[in-house]
Nanobody, 125 residues
Framework: QVQLVESGGGLVQAGGSLKLSCAVSGRTFSINAMGWYRQAPGKQRELVATITSGYNINYADSVKGRFTISRDDAKGTLYLQMNSLKPEDSAAYYC???????????????????WGQGTQVTVSS
C-alpha cells in the first residue's frame, strides 16, 4: 500500500504561481512512476506531468514551459511548481503513483494504482 496526501492548492490570479506537494508514504520501494493529473468539472481526468523512477519526465503540451515536476526522495515528496497560471488550469489536482508500468514513460493513466484525495486549484481572470 502507498499513501498520498496532497497540499498547496488554492485561489490565485491569472499569471500567478502555486506549488503543490504530495507526501508519499508506505511501500515506496514499489513505485515506478509518480505523476500529477487534474480534472475539471465535466471533463475527464488528464495528465499534467509524470516522472519515472528513471527520471523520465513528461508534460502535457498545455503546461510545458510553465509547470515543473520534481521529487525529493529523501523527504518522500513529489512537487508541482506551477507558474504563469491561466484560468483554464483551474481543476482538482491529484497526485498518483504507478507500481507497474506498461509504458516506460509512465504516461498511461491506467498504470496509476494509488491516488491522493486531490487539491483544488482555482485561477481567477
Amino acid at each position: 500500500q502507498v499513501q498520498l496526501v496532497e497540499s498547496g492548492g488554492g485561489l490565485v490570479q491569472a499569471g500567478g504561481s502555486l506549488k503543490l506537494s504530495c507526501a508519499v508514504s508506505g511501500r515506496t520501494f514499489s513505485i515506478n512512476a509518480m505523476g500529477w493529473y487534474r480534472q475539471a468539472p465535466g471533463k475527464q481526468r488528464e495528465l499534467v506531468a509524470t516522472i519515472t523512477s528513471g527520471y523520465n519526465i513528461n508534460y502535457a503540451d498545455s503546461v510545458k514551459g510553465r509547470f515543473t515536476i520534481s521529487r525529493d526522495d529523501a523527504k518522500g515528496t513529489l512537487y508541482l511548481q506551477m507558474n504563469s497560471l491561466k484560468p483554464e488550469d483551474s481543476a482538482a489536482y491529484y497526485c498518483a503513483v504507478a507500481t507497474r508500468l506498461t509504458n516506460y514513460l509512465g504516461i498511461d493513466i491506467r498504470d496509476y494504482d494509488y491516488w491522493g484525495q486531490g487539491t483544488q486549484v482555482t485561477v481567477s481572470s
